[in-house]
């Protein structure tokens, strides 16, 4: 029904996170080749919230990708030089 649900693993963070843009597009996209999912949107569920990807496919090939979610401020710190 062109929805997944992503659980990501990041490298460098060592453990899991609640949501990743590039592994939700790569995901997305990867499902669409796999012929797993048909539309060019397709929505994802991750722990952090639910996201949507779209993009034009044409013969294997994909252009015009596009994230969409909601952005939150988390942090921040100041550094001193």
Do not use: W
Request: net charge negative; proline share 1%; with cysteine.
């Amino acid at each position: 029904n062109d929805e997944l649900f992503v659980r990501t693993f990041e490298r460098g963070v060592e453990d899991e996170t609640y949501s990743c843009g590039t592994g939700v597009t790569a995901a997305a996209v990867a499902m669409h080749q796999l012929g797993k999912v048909k539309s060019d949107a397709v929505l994802i569920h991750t722990r952090g919230g639910d996201l949507q990807v779209q993009f034009q496919a044409e013969d294997n090939f994909y252009t015009h990708i596009f994230l969409q979610g909601p952005a939150e401020f988390v942090y921040q710190g100041i550094i001193e030089i």
